[in-house]
């Protein structure tokens, strides 16, 4: 008589040490689908991680040339308010409808 296989497998004691949730083949597909969104995908941690960095930066950014613009506009006014003031009191410039009367101090002898 022919003896059957039995089908005995080699890795079967190493089989039975892992916990049986792992050896379910949805939790293994989950698995190496994570694994390949994390470690191997063109949007993985550490990509995300240097954009996410690389934002952060840019907002720190557009808030330091935001304030730069609003000092520049802020000099901006008041450069044009001594340039009318030097030219009032250096050429006597005046606006319409104004009149200019120049006081000179007597000089000293």
Known sequence: MAKAKTGHNPLKPLLDRIPAPLRNKYFLVLGIFLFWIIFISKADIMTQFKLNQARQNLEFDKQYYREK?????????????????????????????????????????
């Open 69 to 109: 613009i609003e000092e520049a506009k802020r000099q901006k006014l008041i450069q044009e308010e001594d340039i009318e003031k030097f030219a009032r009191e250096k050429y006597y410039f005046k606006k319409d409808g104004e009149d200019v009367y120049i006081m000179e101090e007597p000089a000293e002898q």
